[in-house]
């Protein structure tokens, strides 16, 4: 059974970090591209960064760059995504999603979502 089950959202003040996990079971991890997809209140999906399976490219949505950074242990199955100088506009719901190739074909597997919510 596959498995994606993100942690680590909350309630933070504008300018603070939290560390997103995402753990991985159920499917052959090292496999897939795994990225962050966010979806803010009353809006769309929103890509936010990817991290290729082997040799650990990262890219990030321009509106994430220079704060946000993804990472991934092969050996232990899980992403992270570490989040810096949140801004009001980060509030979303977070959800770890895999895909052999998602530029073309999209995404295999989501998790649940994580909530981010950021405020004074």
């Known amino acids: 059974q596959v498995q994606l089950v993100e942690s680590g959202g909350g309630l933070v003040q504008p300018g603070g970090s939290l560390r997103l996990s995402c753990a991985a079971s159920?499917?052959?991890?090292?496999?897939?591209?795994m990225s962050w997809v966010r979806q803010a209140p009353g809006k769309g999906l929103e890509w936010v960064s990817d991290?290729?399976?082997?040799?650990?490219?990262?890219t990030y949505a321009d509106s994430v760059k220079g704060r946000f950074t993804i990472s991934r242990d092969n050996a232990k199955n899980t992403l992270t995504l570490q989040i810096d100088n949140l801004k009001p506009e980060d509030r979303a719901v977070y959800y770890c999603?895999?895909?052999?190739?998602?530029?073309?074909?999209?995404?295999?597997?989501w998790g649940q979502g994580t909530q981010v919510t950021v405020s004074s």
């Open positions: 991290i290729e399976a082997v040799g650990g490219r990262t």
């Open positions: 999603a895999a895909g052999r190739v998602p530029t073309l074909y999209g995404y295999d597997y």
């Open positions: 159920g499917f052959t991890f090292t496999n897939y591209v």
